[in-house]
């Protein structure tokens, strides 16, 4: 997969993919992450990327005409046609993991990333294909969601993570919280590790691990099993918890 975010500060990039899973993917040549700078595509002498917004207002408006010309550019050289052109936005649709599963399908994604007072609104609507909102709050620019959604997408591409469980077993993936992880010592300071994880019997121990994911999402996030389609062993599962809970 290839990755393409425009950005007005590139070097904000550097540390974050220069590390663990993402270096490694790039090494690998599993991921192909470029950043690039509207800056560069702007015709007058100061590089100008902003302007005063029309009708007054606070702050400074991005232009169109260098995030268009980015966005062209990217485009003619890589020859992908299999691509998603995304602005980060406050008011785009929220991520979750399935709007990642979505966009890791894709052979390419140009991520445009925002700043000052926003970008002028023709770029959302001739431009891109959709926007997205990492959160119900404020940033600085787009630059933080680009490296969250380029985090997130990378770990659903085959041969990304070490282990091909890895990605399934994650919070979210499957609409529900991961359960406990335990490791040695097998007792730290009077607190020891469940007795089940050390049995050996691994279809007691997958269905502890998924009764607790179940658990974990009740007392959590509650809202994630409204929107999950439980099964008939969710539904035991869930009223054993309820009932421990309750002493019931």
Sequence with gaps: ???????????????????????????AEILHINVVNPRDFTFDKHHTVDDTPFSGGAGMVMKPEPIFRAVESIVESSQITNRRIILMCPGGSPLDQDKVKELAEYD?????????????????????D????IGDYVLTG??????????????????????SSSAPQDSFYNGLLEYPQYTRPREFQGMEVPEIVLSGDHAKINRWRHKQSLKNTLERRPDLLKNRELSLDDKKLLAEIIAEQTGG
């Design 1 to 27: 997969m290839r990755i393409d975010i425009v950005s007005l500060f590139p070097d904000m990039f550097a540390g974050p993919f220069g590390h663990s899973i993402l270096k490694r993917a790039q090494e």
């Design 142 to 163: 787009g630059e933080l969601p680009a490296m969250v959604i380029t985090d997130a997408v990378a770990r659903m591409l085959p041969g990304v993570l070490g282990s």
């Design 130 to 133: 959709e926007s997205i909102s």
């Design 108 to 128: 390419q994604l140009i991520l445009l990333c925002g700043h000052y007072e926003g970008i002028d609104e023709r770029v959302r609507l001739h431009l891109v």
